[in-house]
């Protein structure tokens, strides 16, 4: 049984067509990619995924279960987690802080022990934060810790926002166009990161228009044109695929070896 499986999934906007039934599967343990020209439905696709967007029709699955009217807060708490294209971090907090507020979701003391700090808050609040701290230093960004988010350079405000995610324990982590913007420095960067967070078990689906990107890091490849699948396969398979040429470089260039 596979980790997601979206089955025949399409999203209307009145009349303009942004998914047509889209079929994806993803396999625990899985890195995969998905990729298209602007427009091409990967963000709406992201966002039917992660509950922020009903579908038209179809179906999308999580661990077996159908989760395609699930709200985003009930997804995430299921290990279902995304960052997103805009860096979403919460500038005027320290490093540490926006980590610890990714473990909101694992809370179980309520208002009153919180106003009252009871013993099981602060037990708590002591375990989140060891959580966040190692986090922290198991990416790189431990000697941060106590800087104000907004202080960071770009990439580092990136990994930030996967070290978030990370708190709120996904096993499924999707990953909206992490090295938008970077220079290669900060890409590689990012890239490491990645495969690290792949390496501890988790599984990953990224979009991303750096093609050195998705191709160095993805086991298999998903590529959309026009709301529509139009092909799939390794990154050595997508790379001299026909339709994909086109689609990123338009006829007459079928002898082309690369879509990067």
Same mark, same amino acid.
């Given at each position: 049984?596979?980790?997601?499986?979206?089955?025949?999934?399409?999203?209307? #906007? $009145?009349? @303009?067509?942004? *998914?047509?039934? +889209?079929?994806?599967?993803?396999?625990?343990?899985?890195?995969? &990619? %998905? /990729? =298209?020209?602007?427009?091409?439905?990967?963000?709406?696709?992201?966002?039917?995924?992660?509950?922020?967007?009903?579908?038209?029709?179809?179906?999308?699955?999580?661990?077996?279960?159908?989760?395609?009217?699930?709200?985003?807060?009930?997804?995430?708490?299921?290990?279902?987690?995304?960052?997103?294209?805009?860096?979403?971090? #919460? $500038?005027? @907090?320290?490093? *540490?802080?926006? +980590?610890?507020?990714?473990?909101?979701?694992?809370?179980?003391? &309520? %208002? /009153? =022990?919180?106003?009252?700090?009871?013993?099981?808050?602060?037990?708590?609040?002591?375990?989140?934060?060891?959580?966040?701290?190692?986090?922290?230093?198991?990416?790189?960004?431990?000697?941060?810790?106590?800087?104000?988010?907004?202080?960071?350079?770009?990439?580092?405000?990136?990994?930030?926002?996967?070290?978030?995610?990370?708190?709120?324990?996904?096993?499924? *982590?999707?990953?909206?166009?992490?090295?938008?913007?970077?220079?290669?420095?900060?890409?590689?960067?990012?890239?490491?990161?990645?495969?690290?967070?792949?390496?501890?078990?988790?599984?990953?689906?990224?979009?991303?228009?750096?093609?050195?990107?998705?191709?160095?890091?993805?086991?298999?490849?998903?590529?959309?044109?026009?709301?529509?699948?139009?092909?799939?396969?390794?990154?050595?398979?997508?790379?001299?695929?026909?339709?994909?040429?086109?689609?990123?470089?338009?006829?007459?260039?079928?002898?082309?070896?690369?879509?990067?």
């Amino acid at each position: 049984m596979a980790l997601l499986e979206c089955s025949q999934v399409s999203k209307h #906007f $009145g009349g @303009l067509k942004a *998914l047509e039934k +889209v079929s994806l599967s993803i396999e625990e343990g899985n890195l995969v &990619g %998905l /990729i =298209g020209p602007n427009g091409a439905g990967k963000t709406t696709l992201f966002n039917l995924i992660t509950g922020f967007l009903r579908a038209t029709s179809g179906k999308i699955a999580y661990q077996g279960r159908d989760i395609t009217s699930c709200p985003p807060h009930v997804l995430a708490s299921m290990g279902l987690v995304r960052t997103f294209q805009k860096i979403n971090v #919460f $500038g005027h @907090l320290s490093v *540490l802080d926006n +980590v610890i507020t990714g473990h909101h979701l694992q809370k179980q003391t &309520g %208002l /009153i =022990g919180a106003l009252f700090q009871s013993r099981k808050f602060r037990r708590e609040e002591a375990s989140f934060r060891r959580d966040s701290l190692a986090i922290l230093d198991s990416i790189g960004l431990g000697k941060w810790e106590n800087y104000s988010a907004k202080d960071l350079p770009l990439g580092l405000q990136r990994a930030l926002g996967i070290a978030v995610a990370l708190a709120a324990k996904p096993r499924l *982590l999707l990953l909206d166009e992490p090295a938008s913007g970077m220079n290669s420095e900060e890409s590689y960067f990012i890239m490491e990161l990645i495969r690290k967070v792949h390496k501890s078990g988790i599984t990953v689906l990224i979009v991303e228009h750096d093609m050195s990107v998705i191709m160095n890091l993805c086991q298999r490849i998903v590529v959309l044109d026009f709301g529509k699948v139009v092909a799939e396969g390794t990154p050595e398979g997508i790379q001299h695929d026909p339709q994909v040429i086109e689609v990123y470089l338009g006829k007459g260039f079928d002898n082309a070896a690369e879509i990067a």
